[in-house]
């Protein structure tokens, strides 16, 4: 292995590391409604991200 030597300088050091992994989910949330009833349609698909306050319709 050849090991070059340079100055001392001041500056920024940028890391870039990659890895091969599996993601995992931090949080799961429920979905519940507070009336019974039949769902007869969805407008969504199950997965997908929606924001607070979004409508699923």
């Known amino acids: 292995m050849l090991v070059e030597v340079a100055p001392i300088a001041e500056g920024d050091a940028e890391a870039l590391v ?3 992994g599996t993601v995992r989910y ?9 009336v019974s009833g039949i769902v007869e349609e969805l407008f969504f698909t199950e997965g997908t991200r929606v924001k607070a306050g979004q409508s699923m319709r």
């Open 18 to 20: 990659e890895r091969v």
């Open 26 to 34: 931090a949080r799961v949330s429920r979905v519940a409604t507070e």
